[in-house]
Protein backbone atom coordinates (compact mmCIF):
# COMPACT_ATOMS: atom_id res chain seq x y z
CA UNK A 1 0.00 0.00 0.00
CA UNK A 2 1.48 3.48 -1.16
CA UNK A 3 2.40 5.93 2.41
CA UNK A 4 -0.22 8.77 0.66
CA UNK A 5 -3.42 5.86 0.73
CA UNK A 6 -1.93 4.80 4.13
CA UNK A 7 -1.97 8.37 5.68
CA UNK A 8 -5.15 9.13 3.77
CA UNK A 9 -7.00 6.20 5.44
CA UNK A 10 -4.94 7.04 8.89
CA UNK A 11 -6.93 10.61 8.48
CA UNK A 12 -10.32 9.63 7.72
CA UNK A 13 -10.22 7.33 10.98
CA UNK A 14 -9.43 9.91 13.00
CA UNK A 15 -11.97 12.44 11.28
CA UNK A 16 -14.80 9.55 11.56
CA UNK A 17 -13.51 9.35 15.37
CA UNK A 18 -14.10 12.72 15.60
CA UNK A 19 -17.72 12.65 14.11
CA UNK A 20 -18.84 10.07 16.25
CA UNK A 21 -17.53 11.19 19.66
CA UNK A 22 -18.76 15.11 18.94
CA UNK A 23 -20.82 16.42 20.79
CA UNK A 24 -21.05 13.97 23.80
CA UNK A 25 -17.14 12.94 23.79
CA UNK A 26 -15.37 16.24 23.46
CA UNK A 27 -12.09 15.25 24.76
CA UNK A 28 -12.14 11.90 22.15
CA UNK A 29 -13.60 14.57 19.44
CA UNK A 30 -10.53 16.97 19.94
CA UNK A 31 -8.10 14.78 19.69
CA UNK A 32 -9.20 13.04 17.16
CA UNK A 33 -9.53 16.06 15.37
CA UNK A 34 -5.86 17.06 16.34
CA UNK A 35 -4.55 13.99 14.24
CA UNK A 36 -6.83 14.19 11.20
CA UNK A 37 -5.35 17.73 10.59
CA UNK A 38 -2.01 16.61 11.67
CA UNK A 39 -2.27 14.53 8.59
CA UNK A 40 -4.12 17.15 6.68
CA UNK A 41 -4.13 20.80 8.13
CA UNK A 42 -6.32 21.56 5.05
CA UNK A 43 -9.50 19.20 5.67
CA UNK A 44 -12.31 21.14 5.16
CA UNK A 45 -14.18 18.59 7.07
CA UNK A 46 -11.80 18.79 9.82
CA UNK A 47 -11.15 22.50 9.93
CA UNK A 48 -15.60 23.06 10.27
CA UNK A 49 -15.96 20.63 13.19
CA UNK A 50 -12.60 22.14 15.30
CA UNK A 51 -14.59 25.63 14.51
CA UNK A 52 -17.57 23.84 16.25
CA UNK A 53 -16.15 22.67 18.79
CA UNK A 54 -14.43 26.10 19.45
CA UNK A 55 -17.97 27.97 19.12
CA UNK A 56 -20.26 25.56 20.47
CA UNK A 57 -18.33 23.71 22.81
CA UNK A 58 -15.64 26.77 24.27
CA UNK A 59 -17.66 29.99 23.37
CA UNK A 60 -14.15 31.33 22.16
CA UNK A 61 -15.53 32.84 18.91
CA UNK A 62 -12.01 34.34 17.60
CA UNK A 63 -10.77 30.62 17.18
CA UNK A 64 -13.61 29.31 15.88
CA UNK A 65 -13.83 32.21 13.28
CA UNK A 66 -9.88 31.14 12.06
CA UNK A 67 -11.15 27.60 11.64
CA UNK A 68 -13.67 28.68 9.44
CA UNK A 69 -11.71 31.05 7.73
CA UNK A 70 -9.49 28.11 7.23
CA UNK A 71 -11.90 25.97 6.09
CA UNK A 72 -13.11 28.03 3.54
CA UNK A 73 -10.19 28.95 2.29
CA UNK A 74 -9.07 25.04 1.73
CA UNK A 75 -12.49 24.75 0.28
CA UNK A 76 -15.11 27.46 -0.17
CA UNK A 77 -17.61 25.46 -2.16
CA UNK A 78 -18.36 23.05 0.98
CA UNK A 79 -21.92 23.83 1.63
CA UNK A 80 -22.18 22.58 5.18
CA UNK A 81 -19.94 25.28 6.19
CA UNK A 82 -21.78 28.32 5.63
CA UNK A 83 -25.14 27.92 7.87
CA UNK A 84 -22.45 27.97 11.16
CA UNK A 85 -20.12 30.08 10.28
CA UNK A 86 -23.20 32.74 9.68
CA UNK A 87 -24.61 31.58 12.99
CA UNK A 88 -21.36 32.51 14.45
CA UNK A 89 -20.92 36.17 13.31
CA UNK A 90 -24.45 36.91 13.68
CA UNK A 91 -24.01 35.61 17.61
CA UNK A 92 -20.76 37.77 17.86
CA UNK A 93 -22.36 41.29 16.22
CA UNK A 94 -20.46 40.86 12.95
CA UNK A 95 -23.80 42.04 10.83
CA UNK A 96 -21.67 43.15 8.28
CA UNK A 97 -19.88 39.97 7.85
CA UNK A 98 -22.53 38.14 8.11
CA UNK A 99 -24.37 39.54 5.54
CA UNK A 100 -21.89 39.31 3.03
CA UNK A 101 -21.24 35.72 3.52
CA UNK A 102 -25.12 35.22 3.20
CA UNK A 103 -24.80 37.11 -0.19
CA UNK A 104 -21.70 34.74 -1.23
CA UNK A 105 -23.09 31.46 0.28
CA UNK A 106 -26.37 32.00 -1.97
CA UNK A 107 -23.85 31.84 -5.36
CA UNK A 108 -22.65 27.93 -3.77
CA UNK A 109 -23.78 25.17 -5.62
CA UNK A 110 -25.66 23.06 -3.28
CA UNK A 111 -26.21 25.92 -0.08
CA UNK A 112 -29.14 24.81 1.40
CA UNK A 113 -31.32 27.43 0.42
CA UNK A 114 -33.54 27.11 3.42
CA UNK A 115 -31.11 27.42 5.75
CA UNK A 116 -29.40 30.50 4.40
CA UNK A 117 -32.97 32.44 4.20
CA UNK A 118 -33.33 31.10 7.50
CA UNK A 119 -29.88 33.14 8.41
CA UNK A 120 -30.80 36.59 7.08
CA UNK A 121 -33.95 36.15 8.66
CA UNK A 122 -32.28 35.72 12.33
CA UNK A 123 -29.66 38.56 11.01
CA UNK A 124 -32.47 40.81 10.56
CA UNK A 125 -34.07 39.98 13.59
CA UNK A 126 -30.71 40.42 15.07
CA UNK A 127 -30.79 44.05 13.99
CA UNK A 128 -34.78 44.51 14.62
CA UNK A 129 -35.49 44.78 10.96
CA UNK A 130 -38.83 42.81 11.98
CA UNK A 131 -40.95 42.87 8.94
CA UNK A 132 -37.89 42.02 6.70
CA UNK A 133 -37.54 39.13 8.92
CA UNK A 134 -40.86 37.93 8.76
CA UNK A 135 -40.86 38.26 5.15
CA UNK A 136 -38.05 36.38 4.55
CA UNK A 137 -38.36 33.64 6.93
CA UNK A 138 -41.86 32.73 5.02
CA UNK A 139 -39.64 32.51 2.41
CA UNK A 140 -37.36 30.05 4.66
CA UNK A 141 -40.53 27.76 5.11
CA UNK A 142 -41.41 27.18 1.53
CA UNK A 143 -37.79 26.77 0.28
CA UNK A 144 -37.81 23.90 2.98
CA UNK A 145 -37.69 20.16 2.68
CA UNK A 146 -38.19 19.19 6.12
CA UNK A 147 -40.99 19.02 8.31
CA UNK A 148 -38.75 19.72 11.79
CA UNK A 149 -36.98 22.39 9.99
CA UNK A 150 -40.24 24.20 9.19
CA UNK A 151 -41.52 23.96 12.43
CA UNK A 152 -38.39 25.52 13.67
CA UNK A 153 -38.98 28.40 11.68
CA UNK A 154 -42.26 28.60 12.94
CA UNK A 155 -41.24 29.13 16.27
CA UNK A 156 -38.42 31.96 15.32
CA UNK A 157 -41.24 33.33 12.83
CA UNK A 158 -44.22 33.84 16.27
CA UNK A 159 -40.81 35.79 18.01
CA UNK A 160 -40.00 38.11 15.45
CA UNK A 161 -44.23 38.91 15.20
CA UNK A 162 -43.98 39.50 19.00
CA UNK A 163 -40.98 41.87 18.76
CA UNK A 164 -42.34 43.51 16.03
CA UNK A 165 -45.65 44.23 18.04
CA UNK A 166 -43.66 45.53 21.06
CA UNK A 167 -41.48 47.98 18.89
CA UNK A 168 -44.80 49.35 17.14
CA UNK A 169 -46.11 50.20 20.65
CA UNK A 170 -43.15 51.46 21.41
CA UNK A 171 -43.04 53.62 18.21
CA UNK A 172 -46.40 54.75 19.10
CA UNK A 173 -46.00 55.86 22.73
CA UNK A 174 -42.80 57.89 21.02
CA UNK A 175 -44.80 59.65 18.84
CA UNK A 176 -48.02 60.39 21.07
CA UNK A 177 -45.25 61.85 23.28
CA UNK A 178 -43.52 63.62 20.71
CA UNK A 179 -47.17 65.17 19.77
CA UNK A 180 -48.00 65.84 23.11
CA UNK A 181 -44.36 68.16 23.52
CA UNK A 182 -45.25 69.85 19.92
CA UNK A 183 -48.36 70.67 21.31
CA UNK A 184 -47.42 72.05 24.96
CA UNK A 185 -44.46 74.00 23.04
CA UNK A 186 -47.14 75.33 20.85
CA UNK A 187 -49.78 76.35 24.06
CA UNK A 188 -46.41 78.06 25.24
CA UNK A 189 -45.36 79.94 22.94
CA UNK A 190 -48.93 81.19 21.90
CA UNK A 191 -49.43 82.21 25.76
CA UNK A 192 -45.95 84.26 25.91
CA UNK A 193 -46.62 85.85 22.45
CA UNK A 194 -50.09 86.79 23.83
CA UNK A 195 -47.99 88.00 26.93
CA UNK A 196 -45.26 90.05 25.36
CA UNK A 197 -48.17 91.68 23.11
CA UNK A 198 -49.62 92.79 26.84
CA UNK A 199 -46.51 94.12 27.63
Known amino acids: MNKSIMENN???IHLFRAIEAYPWELG???EALNYALSYDPENVKALHLMAKVHYEQLGDNETAKRYFEKA???NYETPDIYPDYIRLLINNEDFNEAQKLIDFAKTIKGVGKAGIALAQGQLYESIAKYEDAEKVLKEAKQLA???DFISFVDTVLSRVKKKRKVQ???NRIIE???KK???AETKNSWFQNRLNNLL
Open 145 to 147: LND
Open 10 to 12: LHN
Open 181 to 183: EAE
Open 72 to 74: LAS
Open 28 to 30: KAV
Open 168 to 170: ANE
Open 176 to 178: NQA
